[in-house]
């Protein structure tokens, strides 16, 4: 294989890091204690090269030469770029934070997450106190009356299935211990990957629709770059009528809506961002490298794909990266624990470390080649988001979380509301024996 053209000089921005292929050497290093990055060449297409991709020969005199005194580690275990001869562009990464929840988790926060470790093994030696005094007292009644009662046994074994899901759980918490070296990182520059951002709605109010279209379209992202698609559900008229007046303002947005013959599986969001995809093959522009999804009322920030796309950029091996979904009308005090906060702070910090950090749904950047990998999105299931990551885990590829507040959108303000979305959360069953309409 030839690893690099000889034209080909590969720019990455790390606290101001740049690397010449061409010369080998490092041009420009101010980093601020132990910022490490491994340059790799191989395939962006291929898991199977990534694995086995060597980096190149960085001697710690190259960084000497550049005015710096100590040793500095190039080797790194958070992030790889892969550069070949498929990979024309100079992409400028610029490092903002050494960890990427600066701003959205308070330091006595993080604190305090980090007992929940400690928590989770009390409360698991805890359990194992309880059952263990239970069935050592339930035996000493047996010997003392002479008897056998059957009834206490079947309800230690209930206690016993129904704690045991929670502690398994819990003990996810263990993990929290474990380094992330997730920076802040912001793509900068007009030299960026082309996008497909689908926009899946289903029946939701119209104004709130719109609202996250205009919002997709007016990210500070070059406008060339990216298409949006509004992928009707619902097939609304007003709806199609409304995005037809904006593609004036926007001329990267498009309305599509899909045919859904009776008694076919249409396979709810799943299907509607089967159908999106087809979409992007067929339509004006240039076909995306990524492919964004975002809930209708879920409102990315300006820097939303900025802020996603490095860390992909960074490791070609990252199949799917992805941010929490937040919310800005949590009640005071959370009382259904609507903000998901240990999902969002605790959980999928500690899955992102681990490396298989679940797809939250929305605001989630694919590499296309990934998806193209597992055969398209996943259907047959309402949590197509997690199904689709596990499937990318199984082919080689890594997800990311991106632990930065990217989009906003609203909890159901209502208890039924509440209640219906969370059945949907938690739902496996394939949509052919649910008689739902989206």
């Avoid at 010369?23 to 490490?36: A, N, P, Y």
């Avoid at 698991?124 to 009644?141: P, W």
């Avoid at 206490?152 to 070296?181: D, Q, Y």
């Avoid at 926007?250 to 309305?255: D, K, R, T, V």
Wanted: with cysteine; proline share 6%.
């Amino acid at each position: 294989m030839d690893p690099i053209s000889e034209n080909l000089t590969a720019r990455v921005s790390q606290d101001s890091l740049y690397y010449d292929i061409e010369k080998k050497e490092i041009l420009q290093r101010d980093v601020h204690g132990g910022d490490q990055i491994r340059l790799a060449y191989g395939s962006p297409t291929s898991p199977e090269t990534l694995r086995t991709a060597q980096p190149p020969n960085l001697s710690a005199e190259s960084v000497r030469a550049l005015g710096h005194d100590r040793d500095v580690p190039i080797q790194s275990s958070m992030s790889t770029l892969v550069l070949d001869k498929n990979i024309p562009q100079m992409y400028q990464i610029d490092s903002l934070a050494r960890r990427d929840d600066i701003d959205l988790l308070k330091p006595w926060k993080r604190y305090l997450y980090f007992l929940s470790s400690f928590l989770a093994l009390a409360a698991f030696c805890t359990y194992v106190l309880y059952f263990g005094l239970r069935i050592t007292f339930t035996l000493a009644a047996q010997r003392a009356n002479r008897t056998i009662y059957p009834a206490a046994w079947v309800f230690v074994i209930v206690e016993i299935g129904v704690a045991t899901p929670g502690v398994l759980h819990s003990l996810w918490s263990v993990f929290v211990i474990k380094s992330r070296g997730r920076q802040k990182l912001r793509l900068k520059g007009e030299i960026v990957p082309t996008v497909d951002v689908l926009v899946t709605a289903c029946g939701e109010d119209e104004d709130v629709i719109l609202n996250t279209a205009r919002a997709a379209c007016s990210i500070d992202y070059p406008a060339d770059r990216f298409r949006v698609f509004v992928l009707d559900d619902g097939k609304s008229q007003s709806l199609f009528r409304s995005v037809a007046a904006l593609n004036g303002q926007y001329p990267n947005l498009f309305y599509r809506s899909r045919e859904k013959p009776p008694g076919v599986p249409h396979h709810f969001k799943a299907g509607n961002l089967k159908f999106g995809l087809r979409e992007t093959l067929t339509t004006d522009g240039e076909e995306g490298e990524f492919v964004a999804a975002l809930d209708a009322d879920m409102i990315p920030q300006p820097e939303w794909l900025r802020a996603i796309l490095p860390h992909m950029l960074l490791d070609e091996r990252c199949g799917l990266a992805c941010p929490p979904q937040l919310f800005y009308n949590v009640p005071p005090n959370d009382p259904l624990y609507q903000g998901l906060d240990f999902f969002v702070h605790v959980s999928e910090p500690i899955k992102d470390a681990l490396g298989v950090a679940w797809c939250t749904g929305s605001g989630y950047v694919i590499r296309r080649c990934a998806l193209d990998s597992i055969g398209d999105m996943p259907v047959g299931t309402v949590a197509e988001d997690v199904l689709c990551s596990t499937l990318l885990l199984g082919e080689g590829w890594r997800t990311a979380y991106i632990h930065e507040g990217l989009q906003y959108g609203q909890v159901p303000g209502d208890f039924g509301g509440h209640i219906k979305q969370r059945t949907r959360w938690v739902s496996r069953v394939p949509e052919i024996h649910l008689g739902l309409q989206c």
